[in-house]
């Protein structure tokens, strides 16, 4: 059953007994934490398991041994993506186009900006409205050429590649040019436009296939 107003919460740090709730309660980094609540004459709602990570994170959805855990934490801690309800970060979500703007927008410090920007699909009730019109006015991230730009759209790692390629020039990283730095086995399906920005961004570290493709 659900947890209900009134119920009593016991909680569990790292596998040890369950102990009741009676005041605050103190984590460190690296603590996990197991609660559940209930009430008088009802079964115990489901259990909840958090994570305390090592940047003082909590997370529901990451553990340490995860393989994204590092970046996860990083980011949050410097505040460029937020948890959703429950201290969840959706690692294996899909990020739109509009998520990515936000993203960046955060990382430069959500400077000023007008608003402006000529996208029939995005207003001041579009979330990252704002991010979106930096973007482009900053030219990191365009529309589709067609008066969109797609904000709820989901993001393809070869879109990712021209973007982040774009910002981390305005950044001052150096990166290489018409390099082909690898063969991925599905080179043939990422655009022509894209395959410059994928092969640099290759070039960089920051962005890799899984088991010889690219994903685009």
């Given at each position: 059953?659900?947890?209900?107003?009134?119920?009593?919460?016991?909680?569990?740090i790292?596998?040890?007994?369950?102990t009741?709730?009676?005041g605050?309660?103190?984590?460190?980094n690296?603590?996990?934490i197991?609660?559940?609540a209930?009430?008088e004459?009802?079964?115990?709602?489901?259990?909840v398991s958090l994570f305390?990570?090592?940047?003082?994170?909590l997370?529901?959805?990451?553990?340490?041994?995860?393989?994204?855990?590092?970046?996860?934490?990083w980011?949050a801690?410097?505040?460029?993506?937020?948890?959703t309800e429950g201290f969840k970060?959706?690692?294996?979500?899909?990020?739109?186009?509009g998520?990515?703007?936000?993203?960046?927008?955060?990382a430069?410090?959500?400077p000023?900006t007008?608003?402006?920007?000529p996208?029939?699909?995005?207003?001041?009730?579009?979330?990252?409205?704002?991010?979106?019109?930096?973007?482009?006015?900053?030219?990191?991230?365009?529309?589709?050429g067609?008066?969109?730009?797609?904000?709820s759209?989901?993001?393809?790692?070869?879109?990712?590649?021209?973007?982040m390629?774009l910002?981390?020039?305005?950044r001052?990283?150096?990166?290489?040019r018409?390099?082909?730095?690898?063969e991925y086995?599905?080179r043939?399906e990422?655009a022509?436009w894209?395959?410059e920005?994928?092969?640099?961004?290759?070039?960089l570290?920051?962005?890799e296939?899984?088991?010889?493709r690219f994903?685009?």
């Amino acid at each position: 059953e659900p947890a209900a107003a009134g119920d009593t919460a016991y909680y569990s740090i790292n596998g040890g007994e369950y102990t009741r709730a009676d005041g605050p309660i103190s984590l460190k980094n690296g603590d996990s934490i197991k609660f559940y609540a209930q009430g008088e004459d009802t079964t115990p709602s489901k259990a909840v398991s958090l994570f305390l990570s090592d940047g003082g994170n909590l997370m529901a959805d990451v553990d340490r041994d995860d393989w994204y855990y590092g970046a996860i934490d990083w980011a949050a801690g410097k505040g460029y993506i937020e948890h959703t309800e429950g201290f969840k970060y959706g690692p294996n979500e899909t990020v739109t186009r509009g998520e990515l703007a936000g993203l960046i927008y955060r990382a430069q410090g959500e400077p000023w900006t007008d608003g402006s920007e000529p996208f029939e699909d995005v207003d001041n009730t579009t979330d990252n409205a704002r991010a979106i019109a930096w973007c482009y006015s900053s030219g990191i991230f365009q529309g589709y050429g067609d008066g969109r730009f797609g904000p709820s759209d989901q993001l393809q790692r070869q879109e990712l590649a021209k973007v982040m390629c774009l910002w981390l020039e305005t950044r001052g990283v150096k990166m290489s040019r018409n390099t082909k730095v690898k063969e991925y086995l599905d080179r043939d399906e990422i655009a022509q436009w894209a395959a410059e920005w994928v092969d640099r961004l290759t070039a960089l570290g920051v962005l890799e296939g899984s088991d010889g493709r690219f994903d685009p």
